[in-house]
């Protein structure tokens, strides 16, 4: 098997990020785990600037919002932004002006003033009659626009239920988000096809690491699924997925700090906490 981690995988791709509704993960851009991956994509696209130049093309608006937040301004030279609907208020709260807003804009009825604040090229308005959720067709723009995309998602837990199981069910579709920022962990997208391969360090001994399976894809078997674990103190290895069985709560082993993943057939959810890092 051919070893795929986080700097294989984005020397070959667009770093995006979308923004949702749901509750605000306002630990989010200042989180060990998030920074780890952000310097890991400055080191790749430092000088592209492919957010801002684009932005930059539409009146120079988000200036004003960088001179708010100089650590906005760093991410946002190296992301491609999208909001999905009422994300929009999370991505301000935040300083982040978005490339794109999405949605129908149910969730911002009361606040149309803030899509003023973005020329019309920036808004890209859909029926309530559509048979997509925003956020599905906030990612499947961001793929749209870059083929090969990295995906933050960011928001979408709490508030209904029914849109927080849509969003796990954005994970069984071939284009879905890398990494899923929630109000207090990170969820981590490992799939034999994409990123496989994967080492968590700054870990303690409370920390929650939960691993779910996924409904396959591309003709995959659920029967074959296996991941490898090293580190973790209950090892995943003899896991049978195909009945159903999943790693919850699991932990770092006492005198450990970090643990390997290798996905070596199969999709899976890792769920981290914000202060970890990635190698």
């Not at 999208?82 to 129908?104: C, P, Q, V």
């Not at 995959?220 to 490898?228: H, R, V």
Request: charged share 20%; proline share 3%.
């Amino acid at each position: 098997m051919t070893t795929r981690n986080l700097d294989d995988f984005l020397n070959k791709s667009v770093p995006s990020i979308v923004f949702t509704g749901g509750k605000y993960p306002e630990n989010f851009s200042r989180s060990i785990l998030f920074n780890t991956v952000y310097k890991k994509v400055s080191d790749i696209f430092i000088g592209l600037s492919s957010s801002c130049e684009k932005l930059h093309n539409l009146m120079n608006i988000c200036e004003k919002f960088h001179k708010l937040n100089p650590l906005s301004q760093l991410i946002q030279h190296n992301f491609f932004t999208i909001s999905a609907d009422s994300g929009l208020k999370t991505a301000e709260k935040m300083n982040f002006f978005s490339n794109y807003i999405i949605g129908d804009f149910d969730s911002l009825k009361n606040s149309h003033k803030i899509l003023k604040k973005y020329p019309k090229e920036c808004i890209k308005s859909f029926s309530t009659y559509k048979n997509f959720t925003d956020t599905e067709i906030a990612i499947k723009t961001v793929f749209n626009e870059f083929a090969n995309a990295f995906v933050i998602l960011v928001g979408g837990d709490g508030g209904r239920i029914d849109h927080l199981l849509s969003n796990f069910k954005i994970f069984e579709s071939d284009n879905c988000p890398n990494i899923w920022f929630t109000k207090n962990s990170a969820i981590f997208f490992l799939s034999s096809d994409k990123i496989n391969s994967l080492v968590v360090n700054k870990l303690i001994f409370s920390d929650y690491i939960s691993i779910f399976p996924l409904i396959p894809t591309n003709n995959l078997n659920f029967s074959e699924y296996k991941i490898f674990s090293q580190g973790l103190e209950w090892n995943l290895d003899k896991l049978n997925w195909a009945k159903g069985q999943y790693s919850v709560s699991n932990r770092v082993k006492s005198d450990e700090n970090r643990i390997t993943l290798q996905c070596k057939y199969g999709r899976f959810l890792v769920f981290l906490p914000y202060t970890c890092s990635i190698e």
